[in-house]
């Protein structure tokens, strides 16, 4: 939802949109997706709820993410229909994304039009890649200085974007930390799908859910830990869209 | 040996009072021994002069136990135009080792009001007392923990009769036997390490029927059985209920932690294994003072080296509470 309303919006429109508004929209996200993930953390990861996480992160137009959470489904289950049904969904996104993508840079060349860049910025932001979006909105501001201002406001609210989501994962983390200590074990869970929403993949939520997991060593399982550390990858390869 | 070499160079040209000694050096003189140290003066200004005894920030304020100023009345003396005389000074010798004191004098002309301040250097040293097999104790990982002895003799090798006043600061435990001190680390050192301390201890003997107290250094340099990381529990200013937890990693070398040594009353503990390293979450459980800066420490399975963990931080607001 979030990438198809962006591309289709005007950047400058997106530039204008509170980034407070959007973490806060975020962080009601992670909530949605926290209760679908906490029976996991005592029971292991489970075909539904592998298909359920997939499918909101497909719904969430982080199509890497889903991605992720298929092909776990698909392991456990090799004969899953709808884990298939899922990565072919992906696989079109992707595919529309990338093109999009490349009809923007196409463009940009072409018609020597600034949004063009600024698009192919959002798109690569909201993949996950900040400092791929961020690097493009660099070179359009050289490219394009007397419309410099549209890729700067757009920096700035992919900047701001960053260090609010920077903020509420250091909010979650601690509240994680004191519901850990306080031994509220399902409040604990709750907290820790919300880091996973907003910062999965990320070492530093990893890092928490493997504290949380040290702390309550007989209930949070260990397979379910293993399949969240594994969306590391994702960060530490690089940007997958097409240039 | 009083040493008073008569200089012929005065402080400065155009002085009030010209002094003709403004340093002395006495090396090698007994403990505790009195010395009368004169300088001549001569008033070469063009009025009279005031003098008072100036003794600020002089550490020898205790050691200088007075100074005469002929003819004076109360502290303060006028020198007439063109008179000359001299200060005589009552210097009290330290117990042990070097010292390098001074005391001022401030000159004021009583018709210009022009003010002038001399000071008078008094150096030196106490003649050696006794020996030492060491010259300082050091701890650490490579001379190991047990207990060091230092042997202190009279000069002809005859053990001395030592008394131990101060241990500072008191991580060492000093036992003193007939000729000689027993060094030995107590818990003190053993919760600090992994930071640098030092210190002395201060001991007494009697040498020529005088009690001579005199100084020994040390040097505690033990590694912490676990680093810590980050090297402190930092809360930082604490606003929000979430700011009221920190967790710190602890990777220890050859010992595990088995339980909570100590705490500040405002704190609690909990710890758990993480594969190769430990997790320590240190809570706020009340309301700590504004500003705390605390130690926690946690036992290990080495009785003798429990790990500390610094607990920093500002409550700036306190849940229920208005702003600090």
Not at chain 1, 86 to 95: E, Y
Not at chain 1, 105 to 117: G, P, Q, R
Not at chain 2, 142 to 148: K, N
Request: charged content about 25%.
């Amino acid at each position: 939802m979030r990438i198809i309303l962006i591309v289709n919006l005007s950047f400058t429109l997106l530039a204008q949109l509170s980034p407070s508004l959007m973490n806060q929209e975020r962080d009601e996200e992670g909530l949605a997706l926290a209760r679908v993930m906490k029976p996991m953390f005592v029971e292991g990861p489970s075909i539904e709820g592998l298909l359920a996480i997939g499918d909101f992160f497909l719904g969430d137009d982080r199509p890497h993410q889903a991605r992720y959470f298929y092909e776990q489904a698909l392991e456990m289950d090799p004969k899953s229909k709808e884990a298939r049904k899922g990565i072919a969904s992906v696989d079109d996104k992707l595919r529309d994304l990338r093109e999009k993508y490349i009809n923007y840079s196409k463009s940009a060349t072409e018609k020597n039009d600034v949004n063009d860049l600024c698009s192919m910025a959002a798109i690569a932001f909201h993949q996950g890649y900040p400092q791929k979006a961020i690097e493009i909105l660099d070179n359009a501001m050289i490219r394009f200085p007397q419309t410099a201002y549209e890729p700067s406001g757009l920096k700035t609210t992919f900047v701001h974007g960053v260090y609010l989501e920077d903020q509420t994962l250091t909010r979650l983390e601690k509240e994680l930390h004191l519901a850990t200590f306080d031994g509220k074990f399902e409040e604990a869970s709750i907290l820790a799908g919300r880091m996973i929403s907003i910062g999965l993949g990320k070492s530093r939520t990893i890092a928490a859910i493997r504290e949380f997991q040290a702390m309550f060593p007989e209930k949070v399982n260990e397979k379910w830990v293993g399949v969240l550390s594994g969306m590391s990858r994702f960060f530490d390869s690089p940007m997958k869209i097409e240039e | 040996m009083l040493s008073i070499p008569w200089l012929s160079v005065f402080l400065f040209n155009g002085a009030l009072i010209k002094l003709e000694q403004s340093q002395f050096t006495l090396e090698g003189i007994k403990p505790a021994s009195a010395h009368i140290l004169s300088t001549a003066y001569e008033n070469t200004a063009d009025e009279d002069v005031s003098v008072r005894l100036v003794v600020d920030t002089c550490p020898c304020s205790t050691k200088l136990n007075k100074v005469e100023i002929p003819k004076a009345i109360g502290s303060e003396l006028t020198i007439r135009k063109g008179d000359r005389d001299s200060f005589l000074m009552e210097f009290r010798a330290p117990l042990a080792g070097a010292f390098d004191d001074y005391v001022s004098l401030k000159f004021v002309g009583l018709t210009s009001g022009r003010e002038e301040i001399v000071r008078i250097a008094i150096t030196g040293r106490i003649i050696q007392t006794h020996k030492a097999s060491l010259n300082e104790v050091v701890f650490n990982d490579e001379s190991g923990t047990e207990p060091i002895a230092v042997a202190i003799t009279d000069l002809n090798d005859q053990p001395l009769d030592i008394r131990i006043n101060v241990v500072d600061p008191p991580i060492l435990d000093v036992v003193a036997k007939p000729g000689e001190m027993v060094f030995s680390l107590n818990e003190h050192a053993f919760a600090q390490a992994g930071r640098p301390l030092s210190g002395t201890v201060e001991y007494t003997y009697l040498y020529d029927k005088v009690m001579v107290m005199d100084s020994f250094p040390f040097q505690v340099n033990l590694s912490s059985p676990c680093d810590v990381e980050p090297g402190l529990a930092l809360f930082g200013r604490i606003e929000e209920d979430y700011d009221q937890i920190q967790r710190v990693f602890l990777h220890c070398k050859d010992v595990d932690l088995v339980g909570v040594l100590h705490q500040p009353d405002y704190v609690a503990t909990k710890f758990a294994r993480m594969r190769d390293k430990y997790v320590v979450m240190i809570r706020l459980t009340k309301k700590p003072p504004h500003r705390f800066s605390d130690d926690v420490l946690l036992a290990t399975t080495n009785p003798e080296r429990p790990v500390r963990i610094k607990v920093t931080g500002q409550v700036m607001k306190w849940a229920g509470e208005g702003n600090q």
